[in-house]
């Protein structure tokens, strides 16, 4: 298989490491799929890379909104005041962070 260092941009790369594919994608990014689906090519892989992005990213933001919840209760907001500001109910907050 060819380095990563040596992959110049528009050309696929696939490793296979167990039930995993890294996949280089034609516009640069990288994506990691299960090799039963490596098939994937052009704009169906560059819109799995960016799906993939995007759910870090959202993973990151949950991460950071629930230490921004438990710093709140902390200075004494209510579930109620949480929930509003998060668009959802008091109890629905509170079930969702409570426990943390």
Same mark, same amino acid.
């Given at each position: 298989m060819d380095n990563y260092d040596a992959l110049g941009v528009g050309r696929t790369h696939t490793e296979d490491d167990g039930d995993v594919g890294i996949t280089r994608t034609p516009g640069g /990014?990288?994506?990691i799929l299960p090799v039963a689906v490596r098939r994937l090519r052009g704009e169906a892989l560059e819109v799995?890379?960016?799906i993939q992005s995007v759910a870090a990213e959202i993973g990151s933001l949950q991460d950071y909104l629930a230490e921004g919840v438990a710093h709140g209760r902390d200075? /004494?907001?209510s579930w109620g005041v949480i929930g509003w500001s998060v668009g959802t109910t008091g109890e629905a907050a509170r079930q969702r962070w409570g426990d943390r």
């Open positions: /990014g990288v994506v799995a890379s960016r200075l /004494g907001l």
